[in-house]
């Protein structure tokens, strides 16, 4: 498995301003994924972050809006900029890990709560 | 039309019923299937995955596959109140997803003693 931690856990904020959510893992991982979950909606892969790389954004997420950073194999970032309250939703970093013989399974943290004023 | 639809529920059920959850799907493409729990304030994590059609069961859950409907459904017998949480079913094309999981939008189910 994979142990992975998330700051904030949770944060209220005001529209305009910006947050940044640190993503934590127990050991060194090639790729780290970031997901958005709002209300009564699917989660939805916001990007790819890979180590020595810019991140790769899925279709409607752009850098500008969400940045991330990479530093190194066991952490990533990702920063809400210029915040609306439809940014309001639970972001989680996710990562890669063989479990099986032909699969590989995804590790969630616990996520990070997000309302916009 | 979403790629995966899943009935948001809530799923309200007694002690020792057995649950049904299902989702459809229109990405022929999709080969693994997956089921994750998600507790209040917690992350999802993994219950069952499972390869192409067919049944998989481990311990009172059963997931089932039917790739001719595009269906999949998740069986869970002698429901305990420990079980409430919300179910996301998953899917993907390759067993190396590079993070290229379509989740339904889950469904919140209560077990109530």
């Known amino acids: 498995s994979a142990v992975i931690s998330q700051k904030p856990s949770r944060d209220i904020c005001q529209r305009g301003t910006s947050l940044t959510i640190q993503c934590q893992v127990d050991?060194?991982?090639?790729?780290m994924f970031w997901y958005r979950q709002q209300p009564g909606q699917s989660l939805t892969l916001i990007a790819t972050?890979?180590?020595?790389?810019?991140?790769?954004?899925e279709s409607g997420f752009v850098i500008d809006k969400f940045p991330i950073s990479r530093p190194n194999l066991t952490f990533s970032t990702l920063t809400v900029s210029n915040m609306s309250p439809e940014d309001s939703s639970i972001y989680l970093c996710s990562v890669e890990r063989r479990t099986g013989s032909r699969y590989n399974e995804q590790f969630f943290g616990p996520g990070t709560r997000l309302t916009v004023l | 039309q979403k790629e995966v639809e899943q009935d948001p529920g809530p799923l309200s059920v007694p002690e020792g019923a057995i649950v049904s959850l299902n989702c459809t799907y229109s990405n022929s493409a999709f080969q693994y299937f997956m089921w994750y729990r998600q507790y209040s304030r917690k992350g999802p994590e993994l219950l069952m995955y499972?390869?192409?059609?067919g049944n998989k069961e481990d311990g009172r859950f059963t997931a089932q596959v039917d790739k001719s409907s595009k269906y999949i459904s998740l069986f869970i017998r002698d429901s305990q109140p420990s079980d409430s949480a919300t179910y996301l079913c998953?899917?993907?094309?390759?067993?190396?997803?590079?993070?290229?999981?379509?989740f339904g939008q889950g469904t919140e189910l209560s077990v109530k003693p």
């Open positions: 972050a890979n180590q020595g790389s810019e991140a790769t954004y």
């Open positions: 998953a899917m993907s094309e390759s067993y190396n997803q590079g993070g290229k999981l379509i």
């Open positions: 050991s060194q991982v090639t790729m």
């Open positions: 499972t390869y192409s059609s």
